[in-house]
């Protein structure tokens, strides 16, 4: 199983970025995708996650409104597209998947600053 994580970087408040993951190893529309973060100092956090089909998602409280998570199981990809961001956003992103046991990207940085 591997996750890779992309689209992460340095963004102003209010601004917008799409986070990739792409997903190999396993039959990736079978599970369950979910995107977590954590910041300097604190516990890494849930996001958002959403169910192999596609149709039923979780977020965050902070995060609901702003994130959309989606998923093309033709591409084995899952998004996290993140608008009106904040600078509590800023945070390294993880895709994270159970698939017998847990599996992490390497984490992608996101920066939201003016």
Known sequence: ??????????????????????ASGFTFSSYAMSWYRQAPGKERELVARIFNSGGSTNYAASVKGRFTISRD????????????L???????????????????????????SS
């Open 1 to 22: 199983v591997q996750l890779v994580e992309s689209g992460g970087g340095l963004v102003q408040p209010g601004g917008s970025l799409r986070l990739s993951c792409a």
């Open 73 to 84: 199981n033709a591409k084995n990809t899952v998004y996290l597209q993140m608008n009106s």
């Open 86 to 112: 904040k600078s509590e956003d800023t945070a390294v992103y993880y895709c994270y998947s159970y698939v017998m046991r847990d599996y992490w990207g390497q984490g992608t940085q996101v920066t939201v």
